[in-house]
């Protein structure tokens, strides 16, 4: 499928996937396997080059992850990257000692040996990187020559251009070496070279030929939410498969206002996919009757959905796959050599599906990261509102009003979530924030309107900053707007005669509240 393809081994460094991300920003396919990946997979995948990640362990300690040594015979290029460097060092006969404090954070290098890695960058003699380790190489192995330094290491990077090995001690993949982005691209480039293949356009031929070999004639089924990962999954599907493609919306009840035609309703019509409506919406709430605890409601609503949707497909005759969004971090995450303690998100809508329905998976998102899929989304011409809209969670409104879920609090909050949604796109603050929403909250307080006493339910905004929802920060919007949308929901929404906002952030709170 790519000739350009670079296998990334994880020795379980941090900063793993960030390889990938510049691998694949440079125009090369990178995929990231865990240290200790079957022998067989590597040589299925046909690397034509290989980075060894950096990673936690020493090399000096028993039980530290090891290197297939048969990879470094299959006549391809590699870099090897912090602890990657030391398995390089102590593996191919160089010497790797433990350092007397870890170094951590910027330092200064130097280029040694006019090494190609750094072509084209000026400062040769004062190149910012990001380290972070505890040993470091302290005899290079035969046929290395240094390649850099810095004050305090001497051997900061080798290599050997006859066999095209390189290895750094720093990291080129964080930000913070400066021109991390060029030393990558030159060793994609200049010393494996390889050509820049990898884009969206070709993903997207790509993919859609691959979905039609591995369906065929068989008919998919593809539970859509609204949200970008299911929509780009179905449109791609709908590409590859067209007819055979059923996609099933579920109405559970705790929808925002308009959801359901601006995403679900917009590809029927627009983009022609076939979509079997479900209003469930009943059997959610009354399962919800006086549920106030978190945990409970999530449970209640992620088994009503299996529920729900396993009957609904049923009723499709001759289904054979189900069709999922799953993205790139969450199959390295199940895939981690870190093992399955480190496995997928719990928050996961559908985990159970697969097992309970019989039904072959198929992923056409196996391969991107979240940003990738919203260019492939521009690449298969989705509109910006579809691209652009921010996460919804599975559970929807219930996990956002605390306490019992009641149609009345139901339609306090769509409304009050309308108005703060309308406001943050006139602004033009919603695609600057990672989310923002109403929370309707348990309590009841005093309010005067006109020359009455109140006593009316409080709204709490939740606004917040995030790069993937992992952590986040509230986010510093305008008091104009923060006024605004106080206003408009305390004169428009009725119930509601208090809003307070949200300042914390991620951790130690969450993005949402239950
Ligand atoms: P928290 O509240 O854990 O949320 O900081 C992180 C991100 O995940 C979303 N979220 C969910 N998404 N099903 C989902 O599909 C869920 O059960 C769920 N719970 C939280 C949340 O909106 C935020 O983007």
């Known amino acids: 499928m790519h000739d350009n393809r670079v296998l990334i081994l994880d020795f379980g460094s941090q900063f ?30 046909k690397p034509s080059a290989l980075i060894l ?8 300690e028993g039980g530290c992850p090891a290197l297939n040594m048969d990879y470094l015979d299959m006549g391809v290029p590699v870099l090897g990257i912090c602890y990657g460097m030391q398995l390089m060092a102590h593996n ?12 951590y954070g910027r330092a200064q290098f130097s280029v040694q040996n006019d090494c190609v890695l750094f072509e084209g960058i000026e400062e040769k003699d004062n190149l910012t990187v990001w380290m972070s380790h505890g040993d470091r190489v302290e005899a290079l192995p035969d046929g290395f020559l240094p390649m850099g330094r810095t004050d305090s290491i001497e051997f900061a990077a080798m290599g050997d251009a006859a066999r095209r090995f390189y290895a750094l001690q720093f990291h080129p993949e964080v930000a913070h070496t400066t021109e991390g982005a060029l030393i990558i691209q030159n060793f994609l480039f200049k010393v ?6 990898w884009s969206m356009a070709s993903f997207v031929d790509t993919c859609i030929a691959d979905l039609k070999k591995q369906v065929g004639d068989a008919k998919v089924v593809l539970g859509l939410s609204g949200g970008i990962d299911s929509t780009v999954a179905a449109v791609l599907l709908h590409r590859a498969i067209g007819k055979n493609l059923h996609c099933i919306f579920v109405d559970n ?10 995403v679900v309703g917009f590809l029927a019509e627009h983009f022609e996919l076939n979509v079997k409506f479900v209003d469930a919406s009943r059997e959610f709430l009354d399962k919800l009757v006086g549920v106030t605890d978190p945990e409970q409601k999530r449970k209640i609503i992620g088994y009503t959905f299996i529920d729900v949707f396993d009957r609904e497909a049923k009723a499709i005759p001759g289904v054979r796959f189900l069709g999922q969004g799953t993205l790139y971090p969450d199959v390295i995450e199940s895939e981690s050599f870190k093992g399955p303690s480190a496995v997928i998100k719990s928050h996961h809508n559908v985990g159970g599906l697969p097992e309970k329905m019989n039904l072959k998976l198929v992923e ?3 391969e991107l990261f979240k940003d990738e899929v919203r260019r492939a989304a521009y690449e298969l011409g989705l509109p910006e509102h579809i691209i652009w809209r921010q996460p919804f969670p599975g559970p929807g409104l219930s996990i956002r009003i605390i306490g019992e879920v009641t149609d009345e609090r139901l339609g ?5 979530d309308r108005i703060v949604q309308n406001e943050m796109v006139a602004s033009d603050w919603y695609r600057k924030v990672w989310q923002g929403f109403a929370v309707l909250l348990p309590l009841k307080t005093v309010g005067v309107m006109g020359d009455d006493r109140t006593y009316e339910n409080v709204i709490a905004l939740r606004m917040v900053d995030s790069i993937d929802a992992m952590t986040a920060d509230w986010s510093r919007l305008p008091s104009e707007l923060l006024a605004r949308i106080s206003n408009r929901i305390i004169n428009e929404v009725k119930g509601v005669n208090r809003v307070v906002l949200d300042i914390s952030s991620k951790p130690p709170s969450t993005i949402e509240w239950e």
């Open 16 to 45: 793993t996937q960030l390889i990938a991300r510049r691998v694949r920003e440079a125009g090369v396919y990178s995929e990231i396997h865990p240290c200790n990946v079957d022998p067989e997979r590597v040589k299925a995948f």
């Open 53 to 60: 990640s950096g990673g936690p362990s020493s090399v000096l």
């Open 92 to 103: 191919m006969g160089g010497r790797v000692v433990a350092s007397t404090d870890r170094e």
């Open 192 to 197: 494996a070279g390889l050509k820049p293949t």
């Open 253 to 262: 009840g705790l929808l925002r206002m308009g959801e359901k035609d601006e």
């Open 364 to 366: 056409p998102l196996r």
């Open 412 to 416: 306090i909050l769509r409304l009050a």
